[in-house]
């Protein structure tokens, strides 16, 4: 019986799914990245400048695609699954990658323009695409741990992503170079549909899911009991995350075509390595939240997170050496705070049974921001080939350094909301906290039993 119920425990876990999807995810974003680049380089002959502009073009068309197509179906999908359970939301679009990113593999054998690939977004977009499916682990999560673990629980899920993505991209490459009936590649793309096809059948068939959540409000504020107010910090965290993502998404999709040409001219081992310092910082982030969480509020943490995110962007704007490179990258050591830890300040002040909605419409809103930032960076990086470029990593690192104004509000504002006092309640507030205090005590003596 103990048994059964540790294995029901363990299958209710969703970091397997996670895992297995961000190998996939590592595996494939270097097979795409090395495939374009080939046959566009083939295209051109090559002309560094002129493959750098199709390489940015296309993957303005194909982010966009990516990230516009997954409007149309991720908040029905969430609907959907607040009322049948979250399974719909990582099934659907795992769906959608399998099927979506077999067309690379075609592509590849068959020697198709590379412009296949915007179907493989569509197909992958239509299925609910990374909104849905990223909305239904954070749905799932929430819904599993307590309001005062949440932060770490969330982010425990980025590092476990992180951790995949690292160890997928340091083997990319060297996946890449295989040779299978004397081409490279064939071997990273089957390997990368192969942990597709894994990750569905767990989340369809093994996967344990929480009930059905009733529609009632599962919420109520102790401090707080004005609408007014608990709508203005909900809308002060949507605007940090937003302009955080804006300027994340910016960078990562320059610097991801800046290391393809002079000074660096990265192959695709280098490739992979470069990928895989990105995914540490997932590490290091939730190591920080770990370790700081004990002295520092989550608003305080957010603002560590974009600091430093921040002086990485300025630091890659002066990359000319590898070694550089992987400088700016370890002063991104915290990045990956902000936006798990907003999204679980969110959840703490939202109703559970509707957590499917509310993260897809998060994600949603997240996935137009992303277009709008792709069409942006990628529009102004080919303009600026010929000049200086570095100017659009120091925007990026501008904007990023821009949401630190909605967060230094919020936590001021949380802040008076905590320490005002109402004449004739202070004992009642104590009371509240003290009962508050003494039920956490009993919950974490019963976890460690």
């Known amino acids: 019986m103990v048994l059964g119920v540790d294995m029901n425990s363990l299958l209710s876990y969703v970091e397997p799914v996670v895992v ?19 046959q566009l380089n083939r295209t051109v002959a090559g002309n560094s400048d002129l493959v750098q502009k199709e390489v940015a073009r296309f993957y303005m068309i194909y ?25 719909v939301l990582l099934v659907v679009p795992l769906l959608g990658y399998l099927l979506g990113r077999l067309l690379l593999l075609f592509t590849h054998i068959f020697q198709l323009p590379v412009n296949v690939m915007f179907g493989s977004a ?35 899920l980025e590092v476990a992503s992180g951790m995949a ?73 949507f605007i940090c995350y937003l302009l955080y993502d804006f300027g994340v998404t910016g ?38 939240v770990l370790i700081l969480s004990k002295w520092l509020s989550d608003p305080s943490l957010v603002l560590m997170g974009i600091i430093s995110n921040t002086a990485g962007f300025i630091t890659m704007a002066f990359v000319r050496r590898s070694s550089v490179y992987f400088i700016a990258r370890s002063m991104m050591v915290f990045s990956c705070i902000p936006l798990p830890t907003i999204r679980a300040q969110l959840s703490k002040q939202m109703e559970g049974a509707s957590y499917g909605s509310i993260f897809a419409w ?18 102004l990086y080919a303009g600026s080939l010929q000049s200086e470029s570095n100017f ?6 501008a ?18 909301g905590t320490y005002s006092s109402i004449a004739g309640t202070d004992s009642a507030q104590r009371l509240i906290t003290e009962e508050q205090y003494y039920s956490d005590d009993s919950c974490m003596l019963s976890l460690s039993e």
């Not at 659009?392 to 690192?397: D, P, R, T, V, Y």
């Open 165 to 237: 993505g690292f160890i997928g991209s340091l083997a990319s490459g060297h996946f890449f170079l295989m040779k299978v009936n004397n081409q490279h590649g064939i071997l990273l793309i089957c390997l990368c549909l192969v942990l597709y096809l894994l990750s569905l059948l767990y989340s369809a068939f093994i996967l344990r899911y929480p009930p059905v959540q009733p529609q009632r409000q599962l919420r109520t504020e102790v401090n707080d009991p004005s609408p007014k107010r608990y709508n203005a910090q909900i809308v002060l965290l």
């Open 20 to 38: 297995v999807t961000n190998v996939a995810n590592s595996l494939f974003d270097t097979a795409l990245l090395m495939e374009v680049y080939d």
């Open 63 to 87: 982010n966009m695609i990516y990230s516009l197509a997954p409007l149309l179906t991720t908040v029905l999908l969430g609907k959907w699954a607040d009322r049948q359970g979250q399974k």
């Open 122 to 156: 569509v197909i992958n977009g239509l299925a609910g695409g990374f909104p849905a499916y990223w909305s239904g682990i954070n749905a799932i999560t929430a819904l599993r741990s307590e309001p005062a673990k949440r932060s770490l629980r969330l982010n425990m």
């Open 251 to 288: 960078g990562e999709n320059i610097i991801k075509i800046f290391v393809l040409k002079p000074p660096l001219s990265w192959h695709a081992v280098w490739v992979g390595y470069g990928n895989a310092a990105c995914y540490v910082m997932f590490l290091t982030s939730f190591l920080g």
């Open 362 to 379: 998060f994600q949603s809103a997240m996935a137009l921001t992303d277009v709008i930032s792709t069409a942006l960076f990628n529009s």
């Open 392 to 397: 659009l990593l120091l925007l990026a690192a």
């Open 399 to 416: 904007i990023c350094w821009s949401s630190t104004v909605p967060v230094v509000v919020y936590s001021w504002r949380e802040k008076r």
